[in-house]
């Protein structure tokens, strides 16, 4: 008797399960969401380019940002909204957005944004925003948009479907450029006070690398980089003078002469 009751249940739960319809993932019904992934793993979210550390010919760069969703993939393009924020302060002649169209492709759950950023002469100044912003059309939507990233603390909430870049062309003196240090007064004997642009210029006359001469407080005295400074300096005194007498000044940012220093040849 418990046999027959035992094959009536099972057969019972098979006819259920027979007319219920299985779950499946519904992109429309979910609402399929972009977002950031850098977001997820960055404490900030913010991307920082600097030109200042690169030679004066380079006049461009390329920033590329990865755009996500949630949900499924499907056989057809699908456009997305991405808005540049009013909160900005980059102007146009410091970006353009290089892809033609802006979508996630057929068959794929991602799109690359190739943001070029170009060498505005406001850059040399101050550093400027660049407010990214992904926004909900047709296709998607922004569900996934903030969350706090330690949940019961007054850790401020990260918005996922939010990016700023941060774009200047600025840069800092070397350690041993710096006041204080060892070598600041020999420097500035040959090099002059610090600039941005004369920095730029040293890079590119002698083809330097930044990294190295960025790497160490020491740097003069390695590989024998003192006599180097001192060609250097002499060398570039000459280009200057010549660059002058031509018509063609060299100035820096606020419109006065480039000079060397008074241990310059």
């Known amino acids: 008797m418990k046999k027959v009751i035992l094959s009536i249940l099972l057969l019972t739960g098979f006819f259920a399960c027979k007319k219920q319809d299985i779950d499946v993932y519904d992109n429309e019904k979910s609402g399929a969401s972009l977002y950031f992934p850098i977001?997820?793993?960055d404490s900030t979210g913010d991307i920082s380019?600097?030109?200042g550390y690169l030679k004066s010919s380079v006049s461009d760069t390329a920033v590329r940002i990865l755009v996500r969703m949630l949900?499924?993939?499907v056989d057809y393009d699908r456009p997305y909204n991405l808005k540049i924020a009013d909160t900005s302060t980059a102007t146009s002649e410091m970006y353009s957005i290089a892809n033609k169209t802006l979508a996630i492709p057929a068959g794929k759950t991602a799109d690359t944004v190739v943001i070029n950023l170009h060498r505005a002469a406001a850059l040399r100044t101050k550093g400027y925003m660049l407010n990214l912003e992904l926004r909900?059309?047709?296709?998607?939507?922004?569900?996934y948009y903030n969350n706090i990233v330690t949940p019961g603390?007054?850790?401020?909430?990260?918005?996922?479907?939010?990016?700023?870049?941060m774009i200047d062309d600025i840069a800092g003196a070397p350690a041993w450029w710096r006041q204080g240090n060892t070598y600041y007064s020999l420097i500035t004997?040959?090099?002059?006070?610090?600039?941005t642009l004369k920095f730029q210029l040293i890079l590119t006359y002698y083809n330097?690398?930044?990294a190295e001469l960025t790497g160490t407080s020491n740097w003069p005295q390695v590989n024998g980089n003192l006599y180097r400074i001192i060609a250097w300096a002499s060398g570039l005194k000459a280009y200057l003078t010549l660059m002058q007498a031509q018509g063609t000044p060299v100035l820096e940012a606020d419109g006065s002469l480039m000079k060397m220093g008074t241990g310059a040849k």
């Open 189 to 195: 004997t040959y090099f002059g006070t610090f600039s």
């Open 71 to 73: 949900g499924a993939p």
């Open 208 to 210: 330097a690398d930044a």
């Open 49 to 51: 380019f600097s030109f």
């Open 39 to 41: 977001q997820e793993v």
């Open 136 to 143: 909900e059309n047709e296709h998607f939507g922004v569900k």
């Open 153 to 165: 603390s007054s850790t401020p909430q990260r918005y996922y479907t939010r990016m700023r870049v």
